[in-house]
Nanobody
Framework: QVQLVESGGGLVQAGGSLRLSCVASGSIFLPNTMGWYRQAPGKQRELVATISSTNTASYADSVKGRFTISRGDTNSVVYLQMNSLKPEDTAVYYC???????????WGQGTQVSVSS
């Protein structure tokens, strides 16, 4: 089992920045992909960014150039640096760990990000 705990959400004005953190604990198998997803009220959950265990990152078009995903010194921490935030970035942000070889797909409980105009 893998447990994921997010932190770093909050309320910020448009143009501001936030840094989200996700700490994974338990049986963390490699290779894996960790990522951030978000869900706004009344909308489906959508992918924001992912990073592989070899540090290959990918981003949704809506956040390219503004958000940066990175791993910590170990493979158990992932960050999302969010700059130039917009009101449309308002959502609950969820951390995900996917390890298909090990049939693992774990989610955190989510952290709220609110951007005021």
């Amino acid at each position: 089992q893998v447990q994921l705990v997010e932190s770093g959400g909050g309320l910020v004005q448009a143009g501001g920045s936030l840094r989200l953190s996700c700490v994974a604990s338990g049986s963390i198998f490699l290779p894996n992909t960790m990522g951030w997803y978000r869900q706004a009220p009344g909308k489906q959950r959508e992918l924001v960014a992912t990073i592989s265990s070899t540090n290959t990152a990918s981003y949704a078009d809506s956040v390219k150039g503004r958000f940066t995903i990175s791993r910590g010194d170990t493979n158990s921490v992932v960050y999302l640096q969010m700059n130039s935030l917009k009101p449309e970035d308002t959502a609950v942000y969820y951390c995900n760990l996917l390890a298909t070889r090990w049939n693992l797909n774990s989610w955190g409980q989510g952290t709220q990000v609110s951007v005021s105009s």
